[in-house]
Every structure is written in structure tokens, then in C-alpha cells.
């Protein structure tokens, strides 16, 4: 029986030395950091993690090491995501093969699909594994937008029970769970506090990277003690942090905080760049501010 997915879940970045490879020993050592403060689940080899940017072989490391070291402590999801269905359909198996819980599944990012060839593509993957995907609506970076419409016929595939939407419009959660009927459960994913109000189950995190425990704490404030006040209140308070690694700073700016903490995450991978040293100091600046570090 697959388990059930739920709570805040940490799209991770990937740590690398300074020669720009793959530090598995520090992956391990984060992977280890995450489930002590408390984060309900992780992601790997999402956007965050720059899958784009690892070969075949650091990809699969960087898989292992998460599933090994998590030992069930925590749902593992196996971002699997690639242009041409046939390799989504190998990652997945071989995510399923490791250990993974689920994969997160971004839909081809480059042939602009139809709606119809989206939903085959992801018929095609759910035909092939027995784990859960995470689907996942991302249309700043994949240059599609999967709107509630298309979920709730991809909600239909056995095995497509997640979503993670990735928008500004918070209505698109009010919409997949009127229109998917509980057949899709939905993960913001931009948006934490905003989409549990809406009715969420989840929030897959970029600052969680960062303060894995408050970003925790908002979705346990907001879905299982409904203590909105509280929660709008701790969200507001750490929203700098939040916003610090919106938009295109989301890997950059999640390793210059983590730098300042004190873990050794390294720089982005080509083609991005480590933050202007303006920016890196405004980081540290906030990881001053919040008391944060890495222990």
C-alpha cells in the first residue's frame, strides 16, 4: 500500500563541491538535517534541484542517497521528469527500483503538448510504475500550464493523485479540488499558507530548504489546528525568507542562505550564476536576522 503524502515537502536542492560535482556525503548529511527538524516528506531532483543539470549517473546518486538515507523515516518523491515520455518512463521505473514513495512529474517542457498528448504522457508513465505521481504544474519553467480543467481529466488516471500547482492564482486550488472531486490531492507550491486555507494538503517548498521546522509549523497552524491567525501570523513574519528564493533565485539564493548557515551547498550548475555579491551579503543578512543555522 502506497503511503499517503501530506504536509510541508522540501524540493531539495543538490549540494556539489567546489569543483561543481555531486557531494553526496553532504546530500546525506542535509537529507539527515531535514528529517530531525521536522519536514514531512522530500523531494529531490525537482526544479530546485537542477535535474536539467546532472548526467544520468549523478542523477541516480543523488536518488539513492535521499531513499537510503531517509529510510522511511519520511516520503521520498523522485522528481522524473524529461521531455520525451519513453525516459520519463525509465526514470520512473528506476525511482520505483530505488525505494521511492512517488515521483514528481513535470510535463515535457520543450513541444509545447497538447492537452490531449499531456494526458497520454502521463497515462503512459502511470501504466508503468505502482508508486504515486505527483503531477506537476509548473508553466514559468515548462512552458505549459496544466489549468484545473486539464487536472481533473488527469485526476482520471489511476495513479495520478498529486499535483503540485505552482502558480500566483490561488483559485487554481479552489478549482482542482472542486473539479478533480477528491480523486487528486492538491500541493501548493508557490504558494504555503494561502493554498492550505483553500484547501491544500501540502505545501512543496522551496524555503524549506532553509527552515525546514516554520515552514512545517505553518502547515500544522493552518490544516490540523486551524489556528489561521497563528499561522498568517508566523508566515508574514518569515515571508522575507520565503520570497528571498522566489522567482529566479530559487536555487542561488537557497545555497547562499544555506552557505551563511553553514552547510556547504556549493554554487548553482551552469548555466546559472552564484548571486552578485550585493545580493549574497543581503542573505547573510537574513540568516543574521532569523537566527539560522545549520546543526
Known amino acids: 500500500m502506497s503511503k499517503t503524502f501530506r504536509g510541508v515537502f522540501t524540493v531539495m536542492i543538490t549540494p556539489v563541491?567546489?569543483?561543481?560535482?555531486?557531494?553526496?556525503?553532504?546530500?546525506?548529511?542535509?537529507?539527515?538535517?531535514?528529517?530531525?527538524?521536522?519536514?514531512?516528506?522530500?523531494?529531490?531532483?525537482?526544479?530546485?534541484?537542477?535535474?536539467?543539470?546532472?548526467?544520468?549517473?549523478?542523477?541516480?546518486?543523488?536518488?539513492?542517497?535521499?531513499?537510503?538515507?531517509?529510510?522511511?523515516?519520511?516520503?521520498?518523491?523522485?522528481?522524473t521528469g524529461a521531455e520525451d515520455t519513453r525516459e520519463s518512463v525509465r526514470l520512473s521505473r528506476k525511482a520505483e527500483e530505488l525505494g521511492a514513495d512517488g515521483v514528481m512529474i513535470i510535463p515535457p517542457f520543450y513541444s509545447t503538448p497538447t492537452d490531449d498528448e499531456i494526458v497520454k504522457h502521463y497515462e503512459t508513465i502511470a501504466a508503468s510504475i505502482t508508486i504515486p505521481i505527483m503531477v506537476y504544474n509548473n508553466p514559468a519553467t515548462s512552458n505549459v500550464d496544466m489549468r484545473p480543467e486539464l487536472l481533473a481529466r488527469?485526476?482520471?488516471?489511476?495513479?495520478?493523485?498529486?499535483?503540485?500547482?505552482?502558480?500566483?492564482?490561488?483559485?487554481?486550488?479552489?478549482?482542482?479540488?472542486?473539479?478533480?472531486?477528491?480523486?487528486?490531492?492538491?500541493?501548493?507550491?508557490?504558494?504555503?499558507?494561502?493554498?492550505f486555507v483553500m484547501g491544500a494538503e501540502g505545501w512543496v517548498a522551496v524555503a524549506s530548504n532553509v527552515a525546514p521546522s516554520v515552514m512545517s509549523r505553518i502547515f500544522t497552524l493552518a490544516a490540523d489546528e486551524k489556528k489561521y491567525d497563528e499561522a498568517r501570523e508566523l508566515y508574514l513574519e518569515w515571508l522575507?525568507?520565503?520570497?528571498?528564493?522566489?522567482?529566479?533565485?530559487?536555487?542561488?539564493?537557497?545555497?547562499?542562505?544555506?552557505?551563511?548557515?553553514?552547510?556547504?551547498?556549493?554554487?548553482p550548475l551552469p548555466p546559472r550564476l552564484p548571486l552578485p555579491t550585493q545580493q549574497d551579503a543581503e542573505m547573510k543578512a537574513l540568516v543574521e536576522r532569523f537566527g539560522m543555522t545549520f546543526a
Request: with cysteine; glycine share 14%.
Open 154 to 195: 488527469i485526476a482520471e488516471i489511476d495513479g495520478c493523485d498529486y499535483v503540485k500547482e505552482s502558480t500566483l492564482e490561488v483559485t487554481r486550488i479552489r478549482d482542482i479540488v472542486r473539479l478533480a472531486k477528491g480523486k487528486m490531492t492538491p500541493f501548493g507550491g508557490i504558494l504555503g499558507f494561502e493554498s
Open 17 to 79: 563541491d567546489s569543483e561543481g560535482r555531486v557531494n553526496l556525503s553532504a546530500l546525506a548529511a542535509f537529507t539527515d538535517w531535514q528529517i530531525r527538524e521536522g519536514i514531512h516528506g522530500l523531494i529531490p531532483l525537482g526544479s530546485t534541484g537542477e535535474f536539467l543539470s546532472l548526467s544520468g549517473e549523478d542523477w541516480e546518486a543523488v536518488a539513492r542517497t535521499v531513499i537510503e538515507t531517509a529510510a522511511g523515516r519520511v516520503p521520498v518523491l523522485i522528481g
Open 240 to 267: 522575507p525568507i520565503i520570497q528571498a528564493v522566489g522567482g529566479q533565485a530559487y536555487v542561488a539564493g537557497s545555497k547562499a542562505l544555506l552557505k551563511h548557515m553553514g552547510f556547504a551547498a556549493g554554487a
